[in-house]
């Protein structure tokens, strides 16, 4: 059974930096995509930024220039890089995987403070 553990996640100032981690077990074969997605309190779940097996990347615009997504194929691992965090960057941080179906971790809380 694939499982997600998310890790990374906590409170920290207006322009500062964090690194969530993600890390995926019970994998046969390859994930094609993994990617991270954010839950505001009151909002939709929405997507972040994701890495393909090849290293493409996509990114929400709120969020370019400022978040780095960088994925280890051979562990099955995906991280994301936060710098210039804002207030509005707060939310919960889910790691996705697609696979033949999507799998999701449990999620991270992520504070930024004005």
């Known amino acids: 059974q694939v499982q997600l553990v998310e890790s990374g996640g906590g409170l920290v100032q207006a322009g500062g930096s964090l690194r969530l981690s993600c890390s995926a077990s019970g994998v046969i074969g390859s994930i094609y995509v993994m990617g991270w997605y954010r839950q505001a309190p009151g909002k939709q779940r929405e997507l972040v930024a994701t890495?393909?097996?090849?290293?493409?990347?996509t990114y929400a615009d709120s969020v370019k220039g400022r978040f780095t997504i960088s994925r280890d194929g051979a562990k099955n691992t995906v991280d994301l890089e936060m710098n210039t965090l804002r207030p509005d960057d707060t939310g919960v941080y889910f790691c996705n995987a697609q696979l033949s179906t999507a799998y999701w971790g449990q999620g991270t809380q992520v504070t930024v403070s004005s």
């Open positions: 890495i393909t097996w090849g290293g493409d990347t």
